[in-house]
């Protein structure tokens, strides 16, 4: 069973799923690619107005839509939090966007524009909190240093999560292959939107293509199953390489 932990998949919501039909044909995606979980990770950003105390019952919601469909899949609680945002949340509202509800990892977006200091100074910040960071799609915030600014990320402890998509080929698999092959990427997931347009919900692909890699191909059992199961369960995570 494979793990999907950046997916706008709840309906209605942000900028992702249109309507509750859009989100069951996301689960039907995610079910032929092996995806058994999905942590629905709405944009909590300034531009969504996303209202934290409704997110366990609209995942209830979907997964009870999800079952009456026939699928196996289930999705657990999260939040796509940007980091320009973070420090407006309280420990409590920062605690209902982690992953799975484990109390423990946040998906982190960058603020518009290449990785900065801001950057550290937020996973810094959170970190004091006793929240960590899962570092949401580098790729689209690369800058000349990128692979410098992710060494520090994950020295301060942060993982970091790339588009499964953008993998197997695409102007910036390259840098992404790269990044790979350093030990900078632990989580692979679709920052899917939509089963109607754009990325479909799936990793598989994205997984093969790390699996390619000489240096990744002995740990894509941690990469597509422990390192999530540990990120949603809210315990710690020393990625193996
Ligand atoms: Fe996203």
Same mark, same amino acid.
């Given at each position: 069973?494979?793990?999907?932990?950046?997916?706008?998949?709840?309906?209605?919501?942000?900028?992702?799923?249109?309507?509750?039909?859009?989100?069951?044909?996301?689960?039907?995606?995610?079910?032929?690619?092996?995806?058994?979980?999905?942590?629905?990770?709405?944009?909590?950003?300034?531009?969504?107005?996303?209202?934290?105390?409704?997110?366990?019952?609209?995942?209830?919601?979907?997964?009870?839509?999800?079952?009456?469909?026939?699928?196996?899949?289930?999705?657990?609680?999260?939040?796509?939090?940007?980091?320009?945002?973070?420090?407006?949340?309280?420990?409590?509202?920062?605690?209902? $966007?982690?992953? %799975?509800?484990?109390?423990?990892?946040? &998906?982190? @977006?960058?603020? #518009?524009?290449?990785?900065?200091? +801001?950057? /550290?100074?937020?996973?810094?910040?959170?970190?004091?909190?006793?929240?960590?960071?899962?570092?949401?799609?580098?790729?689209?915030?690369?800058?000349?240093?990128?692979?410098?600014?992710?060494?520090?990320?994950?020295?301060?402890?942060?993982?970091?999560?790339?588009?499964?998509?953008?993998?197997?080929?695409?102007?910036?698999?390259?840098?992404?292959?790269?990044?790979?092959?350093?030990?900078?990427?632990?989580?692979?997931?679709?920052?899917?939107?939509?089963?109607?347009?754009?990325?479909?919900?799936? $990793?598989?692909? %994205?997984?093969?293509?790390?699996?390619? &890699?000489? @240096?990744?191909? #002995?740990?894509?059992?941690?990469? +597509?199953? /422990?390192?999530?199961?540990?990120?949603?369960?809210?315990?710690?995570?020393?990625?193996?390489?």
């Amino acid at each position: 069973m494979r793990y999907d932990l950046h997916c706008h998949i709840l309906p209605g919501i942000d900028d992702g799923a249109g309507d509750l039909e859009d989100s069951v044909a996301m689960a039907w995606q995610a079910d032929a690619d092996g995806v058994g979980v999905i942590a629905a990770t709405p944009h909590i950003r300034s531009d969504h107005d996303v209202v934290l105390d409704e997110l366990p019952a609209r995942v209830a919601e979907l997964n009870a839509a999800i079952l009456s469909a026939g699928l196996a899949i289930k999705i657990v609680t999260g939040g796509e939090v940007a980091a320009p945002d973070c420090d407006r949340l309280s420990d409590d509202e920062l605690h209902a $966007v982690t992953l %799975g509800g484990g109390g423990r990892w946040i &998906l982190l @977006e960058p603020g #518009p524009g290449p990785m900065d200091d +801001a950057l /550290e100074a937020t996973v810094d910040a959170l970190h004091a909190r006793d929240v960590r960071c899962v570092i949401a799609h580098p790729e689209r915030h690369a800058g000349a240093d990128a692979a410098d600014r992710l060494a520090a990320l994950v020295a301060r402890g942060a993982l970091v999560q790339v588009t499964a998509g953008y993998l197997p080929g695409g102007d910036a698999a390259p840098t992404m292959l790269d990044w790979a092959a350093r030990g900078l990427v632990h989580v692979v997931s679709s920052d899917a939107h939509s089963a109607r347009f754009g990325r479909t919900a799936t $990793v598989s692909e %994205g997984l093969a293509a790390l699996a390619g &890699l000489p @240096e990744l191909a #002995p740990h894509m059992d941690w990469i +597509a199953h /422990e390192g999530p199961r540990a990120i949603l369960a809210g315990e710690d995570v020393t990625p193996p390489f």
